[in-house]
C-alpha cells in the first residue's frame, strides 16, 4: 500500500540583504521566515531560514516531499564583487581586445569621463586561437591541436581555473570550439571550459564574448554550491533534489543549472515576476505592475495579458546609477524588468553639489543599515523609515530583531547637517528621493516598450515594498495598489508558482526570401532536444511539454531586431508570408509603421520549452471579525505627524476597510496606506488600497 505524500513544498529565496523561505502547504497554509544573508557562506543563512520556517511548522524534512526550489544571488554577487577565479579567454587570433574594446558604444555622448566595469578576464588571461570560420560555417582555417594544447598548458602555469572559448562565427559552426575544448580537456582537465556555441550561440561577438567569459568566471562557484547544496538537503533527509530558478521564469533541475550559471543570474527578481502573475490570474487583472523593493534594489516588471514581458538580453554591473550600456551585456532569455540601487539598505548622501542622493550604494547585510546595530555607520531607507515612524523598532521581524532608533536618528542628523535641515527632514526627504527614483524608473521602463503606464494597478512586494508602495503609485498615477500575502517573501513563493522551463537561442542570419528551411527546421529540432533533456531532468515527461516559437527579425540595412511570436505551422509549412506579417506587426506596434518595400531578414530563432504551470491552492482567507487597532503611533510622512491606527494583518477580516491614513503590519513588512486610499480585505487574503473618491 502506497505511503500518502504530506504534500509540503518549500523555497528559498537568496536575496542581497535577507535569505526568505516559504513552507506551503498542500491546503495553501504556509509559514514563511527571513533572515540576514550571509555572504560568506550563502548554504549558511539558506539552512538557518529553512530550520526557523520547519521549526515553526512542526514539519520534519522528510515531509517535504513536494518540490524544493531555490533562487539565488551567488552569481550576481559574484560578478559584482568580482569574487570568481582566475578565469581566462580564448578566442581567435585577432580579437583578443574584444572585451576592451567592447562595442565602442558610449551610453553617454555628452560625459568624457564615463566609466565601465572592468572585464571580467584581463589581457594577460586573454589567448588567441590561428583558426577562421566563415559567417556561413564554412571552414578558413581549422584548429591546430598542438597550438591548442600549448595554450591550455599556459593557462593553467597562470593558474586559470575556469575558460571561455569564443571564437568567431562560432554560433553558426561549434565545431572549432569543441576541438580547442578536447584540447583543453586533454592538456589540462581540472579548468572548467565553457563554450560560446553552448552558452550563447548568437550573432554579435562582443554580447556573445560577455555572455561566455560571465558563464566560465561563474561555473567553478555555482557548480560546487549546487552539488554541496543537494548534498546537504539529501544528508538532512529531504527526499527531492532541488529545482534551480533561471532568470527566464522557469525553473530545472542542478544539472543544467551548474553548467550555465549565467542564466541564474537575475533569478530572484524574475521569481518576483512569476508571483505577479499568479496574482493577476487569481483577481483577474490583465495588465499589472509588478512592484518589488529590497533590502539592496528595486525591481519593476510589466505584466501584460497576464504574462511578464521576456527579453533576450540585460546587463548586469552598472556602474553609472544602473544607466543602461554602463554595464556588462548578457544574452540569454530573462524575464524583462527595470533594477534600480533602490532599496532598504540604500546609503543617503549628500554630493558635490549639496543635492541628496540615495543610491545605488547599499549597506546590504553587513554590516547593514544603523538602526540594524551591526556596525553601520551611512544613513540608509531603512533609517528614514524607522525615524519617521513606518516601521516600528521594536516588532521588526516580530520582534526577533529589533532596531536601534537612536542609532537611526543620529546618522540622519549628520545627514541633515549636510543639507542644513534637521533629522526628520532629512528622513521625510530620504523617503521622498527614492520613492521618486523608484517612480522615474517605472516610467521609463513602460515608456521605452510603448506602454503607457498610467492607472495601472501595482502589485508590492518585498521588504521595503509595501512601506514606499502608496507613494510610488501616486506618483504613477495608479489607482489601486495590491498589497498579496506573504507579501515580504514573495519572490520566494513565486518560485513555487513557476513552470519547468528553459529558453534556448540560436542565430542563423538570412534574407527571408533566401530563408534555409530546411537548415532552420534542424535548428529548431536541435532546440526541442535540448528542451526535452532540460525537462526531463526536472521530472517533465516529453509528453506534457509545452512549446512557443519567435524569431527576431528586422528589415534589411537595420542594425536592430525586433522579436515576433511565430504560429505553430509556420516552419513545418516553410509560410513566409505569415512570418512577415507577424513580424511587420510587431514592428508596427513599437514604431507605427510598415516597410511594405523592404526585404526582411531572419536574424536568430527563439525556443521556449516549459512544463505545466505548477498547481496552486489559494492562500486561505483571514477571518470574519473586523480587527481593532492594536495602537497608534505617530508617523512622520507628512509634516503633520498623524497618529495612525496600527492594525495586526493577520487579524484582518475579509471584507473589512480601513480608510488612511493607516499602518498595517505583518510579521517581516509593514503596509502604509497613506491619506486618500481606502483598502480592504480581498477574498483571496490580499489587501487592495484603492484611490479616495474626490
Known amino acids: 500500500m502506497s505511503q500518502t505524500r504530506a504534500g509540503f513544498a518549500l523555497a528559498v529565496d537568496i536575496g542581497g540583504t535577507f535569505t526568505d523561505v516559504v513552507l506551503r502547504g498542500r491546503d495553501g497554509r504556509a509559514v514563511t521566515d527571513k533572515t540576514l544573508t550571509t555572504h560568506t557562506n550563502l548554504l549558511e543563512g ?32 559574484a560578478v559584482i564583487e568580482r569574487r570568481g ?6 578566442t581567435t587570433k585577432g580579437f583578443c581586445d574584444v572585451l576592451t574594446i ?115 568566471y561563474t561555473q567553478p562557484l555555482v557548480a560546487p554550491y549546487l552539488d554541496a547544496l543537494a548534498a546537504e538537503l539529501t544528508r538532512r533527509g529531504f527526499p527531492n533534489r532541488p529545482l534551480i530558478m533561471l532568470s527566464n521564469g522557469g525553473v530545472v533541475g542542478t544539472r543544467v543549472a551548474g553548467a550555465f550559471p549565467v542564466r541564474m543570474i537575475e533569478s530572484g527578481p524574475a521569481a518576483g515576476a512569476l508571483a505577479a502573475v499568479h496574482f493577476a490570474e487569481l483577481l483577474g487583472l490583465d495588465r499589472l505592475l509588478s512592484f518589488d523593493m529590497g533590502g539592496t534594489t528595486a525591481k519593476a516588471c510589466l505584466i501584460l495579458d497576464r504574462k511578464p514581458l521576456v527579453a533576450g538580453d540585460f546587463e548586469v554591473d552598472r ?66 523609515d524607522v525615524l519617521l515612524g513606518l516601521l516600528d523598532a521594536e516588532r ?47 516610467r521609463a521602463h513602460a515608456t521605452d516598450r510603448g506602454i503607457d503606464w498610467r492607472g495601472l494597478p501595482m502589485l508590492a512586494f518585498g521588504g521595503a515594498g509595501p512601506v514606499h508602495a502608496m507613494r510610488v503609485a501616486e506618483l504613477l498615477d495608479c489607482r489601486s495598489v495590491v498589497f498579496p500575502p506573504m507579501a515580504s517573501v514573495l519572490s520566494a513563493f513565486g518560485t513555487l508558482v513557476s513552470p519547468v522551463r528553459l529558453d534556448m537561442v540560436r542565430s542563423m542570419l538570412s534574407g527571408l526570401d ?40 528586422r528589415y534589411r540595412g537595420q542594425q536592430n531586431e525586433v522579436t515576433a511570436d511565430i504560429p505553430a505551422g509556420v516552419l513545418a509549412g516553410r509560410d513566409a508570408a505569415t512570418l512577415r506579417a507577424v513580424f511587420e506587426d510587431a514592428y508596427f506596434l513599437l514604431y507605427g509603421i510598415r516597410l511594405d518595400d523592404v526585404p526582411v531578414e531572419v536574424v536568430t530563432w527563439r525556443l521556449s520549452v516549459s ?42 477580516a475579509v471584507g473589512q476597510r480601513i480608510a488612511g491614513p493607516a499602518i498595517i503590519e505583518e510579521r517581516e513588512t509593514t503596509l502604509v496606506i497613506l491619506r486618500g486610499w481606502d483598502a480592504a480585505v480581498h477574498a483571496s487574503g490580499a489587501i487592495i488600497a484603492t484611490r479616495s473618491e474626490g
Not at 524575464?335 to 549597506?363: C, N, T
Not at 498547481?615 to 495612525?644: D, I, K, L, Q
Request: hydrophobic share 45%; charged share 20%.
Open 46 to 77: 539558506f539552512f538557518r531560514a529553512v530550520d526557523l520556517a520547519l521549526g515553526r511548522a512542526g514539519v520534519a524534512p522528510a515531509q517535504v516531499d513536494d518540490v524544493t526550489v531555490h533562487a539565488t544571488t551567488l552569481v550576481t554577487n
Open 102 to 216: 567592447r562595442n565602442e558604444h558610449r551610453y553617454d555622448m555628452f560625459d568624457p569621463q564615463i566609466v565601465f566595469p572592468e572585464p571580467l578576464v584581463p589581457d594577460t588571461l586573454t589567448w588567441g586561437l590561428d583558426e577562421r570560420m566563415f559567417a556561413d560555417g564554412s571552414v578558413s582555417r581549422g584548429v591546430d591541436v598542438a597550438e591548442a594544447t600549448g595554450i591550455a598548458l599556459a593557462m593553467r602555469a597562470a593558474g586559470v581555473r575556469a575558460v571561455g572559448i569564443c571564437l568567431l562565427n562560432a554560433y553558426r559552426n561549434p565545431a572549432h570550439e569543441r576541438a580547442a575544448r578536447d584540447a583543453i580537456n586533454a592538456a589540462a582537465p581540472e579548468i572548467h571550459v565553457s563554450l560560446s556555441s553552448d552558452v550563447s550561440p548568437q550573432i554579435r561577438e562582443y554580447p556573445r564574448t560577455s555572455t561566455t567569459v560571465m558563464n566560465a
Open 514 to 553: 533566401t530563408l534555409d528551411w530546411a537548415a532552420a527546421t534542424a535548428l529548431h529540432d536541435a532546440m526541442v532536444a535540448e528542451g526535452l533533456g532540460a525537462l526531463a531532468e526536472a521530472g517533465v515527461a516529453a509528453s506534457a511539454a509545452q512549446f512557443a516559437l519567435s524569431a527576431d527579425l
Open 396 to 442: 521588526f521581524l516580530g520582534g526577533d530583531m529589533p532596531l536601534d532608533r537612536t542609532a537611526a536618528e543620529a546618522v540622519l542628523a549628520t545627514l541633515g547637517q549636510g543639507l542644513g535641515v534637521d533629522a526628520i527632514t532629512a528622513a521625510r526627504g530620504v523617503f521622498e528621493v527614492v520613492c521618486e527614483q523608484m517612480a522615474g524608473a517605472a
Open 611 to 652: 512544463g505545466p504551470n505548477p498547481a496552486s491552492t489559494p492562500h486561505p482567507a483571514p477571518g470574519g471579525t473586523p480587527a481593532a487597532p492594536r495602537t497608534h503611533r505617530r508617523v512622520a510622512v507628512e509634516a503633520a505627524a498623524p497618529n495612525m491606527p496600527v492594525f495586526d494583518r493577520a487579524s484582518l
Open 319 to 384: 556602474r553609472y546609477r544602473f544607466k543602461p550600456g554602463s554595464g556588462l551585456p548578457i544574452t540569454v532569455p530573462s524575464v524583462d524588468m527595470i533594477e534600480i540601487g533602490a532599496g532598504g539598505g540604500s546609503i543617503a548622501q549628500v554630493d558635490a553639489l549639496g543635492l541628496l542622493k540615495v543610491g545605488p550604494r547599499s549597506a546590504g547585510s553587513e554590516p547593514g543599515p544603523a538602526c540594524y546595530g551591526r556596525g553601520g555607520s551611512n544613513p540608509t531607507v531603512t533609517d528614514a
Open 85 to 90: 577565479p582566475p578565469t581566462a579567454l580564448l
